[in-house]
T-cell receptor, first 115, second 112 residues
Framework: DVKVTQSSRYLVKRTGEKVFLECVQD?????MFWYRQDPGLGLRLIYF???????EKGDIPEGYSVSREKKERFSLILESASTNQTSMYLC??????????????FGPGTRLTVL | GENVEQHPSTLSVQEGDSAVIKCTYS??????FPWYKQELGKRPQLIID?????GEKKDQRIAVTLNKTAKHFSLHITETQPEDSAVYFC???????????FGKGTLLTVNP
């Protein structure tokens, strides 16, 4: 059973703080993703990684960075948090596409509030 | 890049009725189309997917159809039940780059 975990369910930070969101998966998946989910906007991709130390920008990377030092761990970093980064952040992982397709398995999400 | 449009944004049906959610995509190279269900307070989970070499796929009360020429695909839920109430997301992918582009979601409410 695939398990994707995120370091916090709820987080409250102040404007200008550096924020780390961590995601860990236990299925040896190659690919990992960070999304933010806002009402009416769906799931928007921030960054993804298809291998250790590799990263690619998604659709809304501005104000974020990522780190993937180990295969199972993918971190999202907000260098200087702003109020417009208040959102639900979802991590996901997937294996390299094969006959099963590239189903993504999601973590429980971190609701971040920036004051 | 890929753009996925999803309609309607909200859908309310009576228990036992059918529900249909439609999506269109822009990238003709997309070849993988999954549907995710997100119950209130829970994480999104895959419920069904279809590849571009198939026109229709069924799984019990759920079916997905794909029209590659028109670049649209649909989710059909028959005999809806209250536990079908959730937000449903469609997505599209080229497959080779692993990235999914999601629609904005449809809030389905099934009234008992």
């Amino acid at each position: 059973d695939v398990k994707v975990t995120q370091s916090s369910r709820y987080l409250v930070k102040r404007t200008g703080e550096k924020v780390f969101l961590e995601c860990v998966q236990d299925m040896d998946h190659e690919n990992m993703f960070w999304y933010r989910q806002d009402p009416g906007l769906g799931l928007r991709l921030i960054y993804f990684s298809y291998d250790v130390k590799m990263k690619e920008k998604g659709d809304i990377p501005e104000g974020y960075s990522v780190s993937r030092e180990k295969k199972e761990r993918f971190s999202l970093i907000l260098e200087s948090a702003s109020t417009n980064q208040t959102s639900m952040y979802l991590c996901a992982s997937s294996s390299t596409p094969d006959y099963r397709g590239n189903e993504q398995f999601f973590g429980p999400g971190t609701r971040l509030t920036v004051l | 890049g890929e753009n996925v449009e999803q309609h309607p944004s909200t859908l309310s049906v009576q228990e036992g009725d059918s529900a249909v959610i439609k999506c269109t995509y822009s990238d003709s190279a997309s070849n993988y189309f999954p549907w995710y269900k997100q119950e209130l307070g829970k994480r999104p989970q895959l419920i069904i997917d279809i590849r571009s070499n198939v026109g229709e796929k069924k799984d019990q009360r759920i079916a997905v159809t794909l029209n590659k020429t028109a670049k649209h695909f649909s989710l059909h839920i028959t005999e809806t039940q209250p536990e079908d109430s959730a937000v449903y997301f469609c997505a599209a992918s080229r497959g080779s780059n692993y990235k999914l582009t999601f629609g904005k979601g449809t809030l389905l409410t099934v009234n008992p």
